[in-house]
């Protein structure tokens, strides 16, 4: 027990306490959940500091790759995951180290090199936010970076099974075969000696992973009856009509409520169609790539055409503010409006328009669910969809196109590929 009652000073402490409880909550989890690892010897050895950079697929990712571990882990985390008081009590505890999403942050890497100097171990997922379609994302180069300057040996933990378990559009957790598979990628010495060419290479080779690819082999079986719910987060555009955000889905179903094109996944989450007609794609990682394609060209095509009519919007979606506690402050009811040069913010109970100009609007990403976050002239705004299954997803993807046609490449997100 001493483990976890020692306290020092540290630039990142930790709560004694908050990690024991994380200890016992995990412990009861991987087991209730069957969740199983696979460690080599010279991980279970390897003793602190080391870098842990895995694969990023749900919420749980950080605590399970965390709990299996021999040696504790601060995981650098969003600071959107910080904005609950609850829950930023309890990262605090676990020594998180936030950072601001989609913004080059200087601090984080001071952070990350002070956690390190205390002999600590750093959790990183390099691809800088959670899959969508359970494929790895593009890599920022940078990590190269990092990982030569900090000079420690770095374990790649893959997790396999967790988008089908724990995907990051669904509200629940679905039981199903979870495996956390560790490798020691480089020694210190490794690290010395390797370029950043080198570094970046066989990491991006090493944490690929591709979970409709393993699935197609493992045919594991997904014990839910709510397989589809909530996949309008990922899934947006319609094949059939190329309707935007005209989806609904409940149990294992979903629909387009434009035309009707209708799916059944089935218990190895496989799309099948529930009625007579095309299938497009059978899987949700194709459809994915396919929309993604899909919506560049469309947004490309009204600033070509200098559209000057409403790209697409959210209506009667709830807004907040952050205020200087961090915490998010309900203003208003509001129609959210993408236009090829600005997006209003139209508050329909104040009569009122808040009106963002891109150059000024310095990030705009997805979070938990229907979330949209948006950091403004330095401020933080979170807008909520009116009802569950609003993709945010649509708005990130979109703003990147503008941006990279306004030459503002240095604000494009770094796993989105935008020609």
């Given at each position: 027990?001493?483990?976890?009652?020692?306290?020092?000073?540290?630039?990142?402490?930790?709560?004694?306490?908050?990690?024991?409880?994380?200890?016992?909550?995990?412990?009861?989890?991987?087991?209730?959940?069957?969740?199983?690892?696979?460690?080599?010897?010279?991980?279970?050895?390897?003793?602190?500091?080391?870098?842990?950079?895995?694969?990023?697929?749900?919420?749980?990712?950080?605590?399970?790759?965390?709990?299996?571990?021999?040696?504790?882990?601060?995981?650098?985390?969003?600071?959107?995951?910080?904005?609950?008081?609850?829950?930023?009590?309890?990262?605090?505890?676990?020594?998180?180290?936030?950072?601001?999403?989609?913004?080059?942050?200087?601090?984080?890497?001071?952070?990350?090199?002070?956690?390190?100097?205390?002999?600590?171990?750093?959790?990183?997922?390099?691809?800088?936010?959670?899959?969508?379609?359970?494929?790895?994302?593009?890599?920022?180069?940078?990590?190269?970076?990092?990982?030569?300057?900090?000079?420690?040996?770095?374990?790649?933990?893959?997790?396999?099974?967790?988008?089908?378990?724990?995907?990051?559009?669904?509200?629940?957790?679905?039981?199903?075969?979870?495996?956390?598979?560790?490798?020691?990628?480089?020694?210190?010495?490794?690290?010395?000696?390797?370029?950043?060419?080198?570094?970046?290479?066989?990491?991006?080779?090493?944490?690929?992973?591709?979970?409709?690819?393993?699935?197609?082999?493992?045919?594991?079986?997904?014990?839910?009856?709510?397989?589809?719910e909530y996949i309008n987060h990922a899934l947006y555009f319609c094949p059939e009509c190329n309707s935007i955000d005209s989806f609904s889905a409940k149990g294992n179903d979903f629909y387009c409520r434009s035309c009707g094109y209708d799916i059944h996944i089935n218990k190895y989450g496989f799309f099948e169609r529930k009625s007579f007609g095309k299938l497009y794609f059978n899987n949700i990682r194709d459809w994915f790539n396919w929309e993604e394609k899909k919506l560049i060209e469309f947004v490309s095509e009204k600033l070509i055409g200098n559209y000057k009519d409403v790209i697409f919007e959210d209506t009667a979606s709830n807004v907040y503010k952050e205020n200087e506690l961090g915490d998010m402050i309900f203003i208003g009811i509001a129609d959210i409006k993408l236009?090829?040069?600005?997006?209003?913010?139209?508050?329909?109970?104040?009569?009122?328009?808040?009106?963002?100009?891109?150059?000024?609007?310095?990030?705009?990403?997805?979070?938990?669910?229907?979330?949209?976050?948006?950091?403004?002239?330095?401020?933080?705004?979170?807008?909520?969809?009116?009802?569950?299954?609003?993709?945010?997803?649509?708005?990130?993807?979109?703003?990147?196109?503008?941006?990279?046609?306004?030459?503002?490449?240095?604000?494009?997100?770094?796993?989105?590929?935008?020609?």
């Open positions: 027990m001493s483990y976890y009652f020692k306290m020092k000073q540290k630039h990142y402490p930790t709560s004694p306490i908050i990690r024991f409880i994380t200890h016992i909550v995990f412990t009861l989890f991987t087991r209730y959940f069957g969740i199983k690892k696979k460690m080599p010897d010279e991980v279970k050895k390897l003793k602190a500091p080391y870098l842990v950079l895995g694969n990023h697929v749900g919420y749980w990712d950080p605590f399970i790759t965390g709990f299996f571990l021999p040696e504790f882990t601060h995981f650098v985390s969003s600071d959107a995951a910080f904005r609950k008081p609850i829950i930023r009590f309890f990262l605090n505890g676990l020594g998180t180290i936030p950072k601001k999403k989609s913004i080059r942050d200087t601090k984080v890497i001071r952070d990350i090199i002070s956690v390190i100097k205390q002999g600590e171990n750093v959790g990183i997922f390099a691809e800088a936010t959670r899959t969508w379609a359970g494929s790895t994302q593009p890599i920022d180069p940078s990590i190269a970076k990092l990982i030569k300057m900090l000079q420690v040996p770095v374990v790649v933990p893959i997790l396999k099974g967790m988008n089908l378990f724990n995907p990051r559009w669904a509200y629940k957790i679905r039981r199903t075969k979870v495996e956390v598979e560790y490798k020691l990628l480089f020694t210190k010495d490794a690290v010395k000696n390797l370029s950043e060419e080198e570094i970046y290479k066989n990491f991006t080779n090493t944490l690929q992973y591709d979970e409709v690819e393993n699935q197609s082999k493992e045919m594991n079986i997904i014990r839910s009856q709510k397989r589809a236009f090829i040069s600005k997006i209003e913010i139209d508050f329909k109970n104040k009569k009122d328009v808040f009106t963002l100009n891109f150059n000024d609007l310095q990030t705009i990403n997805p979070q938990v669910n229907e979330r949209l976050e948006i950091y403004y002239k330095n401020t933080a705004y979170r807008i909520i969809g009116n009802q569950p299954g609003v993709s945010a997803l649509k708005w990130e993807l979109a703003l990147n196109v503008i941006w990279k046609s306004l030459g503002q490449d240095y604000k494009l997100s770094s796993y989105m590929t935008i020609q």
